[in-house]
């Protein structure tokens, strides 16, 4: 089955930082998606993007399908942004999201 | 529009017993998937209901089962509980149409069930 790598596998920063968040996949997708998962366990939709850009606030992410990656970037990072970060990518002709391990994002103030 | 929500938000089981999870879709969804998530690592997909009827299952025994009713509603039921069972069941619902089953999935907040 299809792979999905991310990385860093952790990351402390301080309020107000930028951070590169990268997911690289093992197979051609027909569905990436980028989630953000709270304290509580909710997985929060960031971004469906399988391919291009997009932007929403202080988020952005970028997905080269040709390539095998995509990119989010957190822009003036506050605390509320700390959390797990997961991708997940569903393959051709696959009902299902194989998700990554996560990048554990801690923002200090 | 109502998002998806899953009950209980929490259950404590014992070995050997059988628990039942809910899942309403988000309104104009027809499509529910199940997934597993053990602490500290990503959700595992269990299996996928669409129009009732089981469509895509993962590495999971026969014991996980799952139920799906014509208001898109969805059950997942596992037997013979195991410690291993402990984990944050998560429920995404999502819209298929003809056979495109790649469309975003939006997802409750989770079950989360510990088995003693």
Known sequence: ?109 | ETGVTQSPTHLIKTRGQQVTLRCSSQSGHNTVSWYQQALGQGPQFIFQYYREEENGRGNFPPRFSGLQFPNYSSELNVNALELDDSALYLCASSTASGRVFYNEQFFGPGTRLTVL
């Open chain 1, 1 to 109: 089955g299809i792979q999905v790598e991310q990385s860093p596998p952790d990351l402390i920063l301080q309020e107000g930082a930028n951070s590169t968040l990268r997911c690289n996949f093992s197979d051609s997708v027909n569905n990436l998606q980028w989630f953000h998962q709270n304290p509580w366990g909710q997985l929060i939709n960031l971004f469906y993007i399988p391919s291009g850009t997009k932007q929403n606030g202080r988020l952005s992410a970028t997905t080269v399908a040709t390539e095998r990656y995509s990119l989010l970037y957190i822009s003036s990072s506050q605390t509320t942004d700390s959390g797990v970060y997961f991708c997940a990518v569903a393959g051709f002709g696959n009902e299902k999201l194989t998700f990554g391990t996560g990048t554990r994002l801690t923002i200090i103030p």
